[in-house]
């Protein structure tokens, strides 16, 4: 079960996935298994959505199964994240405003998709928990 933190913070657990799921059954997993989380915290909106990683990726699924349970994204806050590729599916997203948190071991290529977008990026000086929940503290407030 998810468990809700504070106010509009929500974590999710870990999906299982059959050894045979492919990578896209596992992405289609983990966005469904987040919607139904958040369904069932009964978050109220605006919701910033906060993606570490591999999970950068699946922002605009993210953001879509939020708008078509009539939840509104009021922000996205990718810390660290793979970038979502443009066009096909994604080319509505973003519909929020995007903010990109990178550390020295974020990948470049990714840090520079940001920029280019004009995300606002915000450089951190490193990857530590403290350092991140900092970051995340004062750029989430911007997004709601």
Do not use: K
């Amino acid at each position: 079960m998810a468990q809700t933190l504070a106010a509009n913070v929500l974590t999710v657990p870990a999906v299982d996935y059959l050894e045979t799921d492919d990578l896209r059954t596992q992405r289609a997993h983990w966005v469904a298994a987040l919607a139904v989380a958040m369904s069932a915290a009964q978050l109220t909106t605006p919701i910033a959505l906060v993606l570490v990683g591999a999970a950068g990726a699946l922002a605009p699924a993210v953001g879509f199964s939020q708008r078509a349970a009539r939840r509104s994204v009021s922000g996205y806050l990718m810390v660290d994240a793979d970038v979502p590729t443009i066009g096909g599916a994604h080319e509505d997203w973003p519909d929020a405003p995007v903010s990109y948190l990178y550390s020295p071991t974020a990948h470049a290529l990714n840090v520079n998709q940001a920029r280019l977008r004009g995300w606002h990026v915000v450089s951190m000086t490193d990857a530590g928990p403290c350092t991140v929940t900092d970051a995340i503290a004062a750029v989430v407030p911007t997004l709601l």
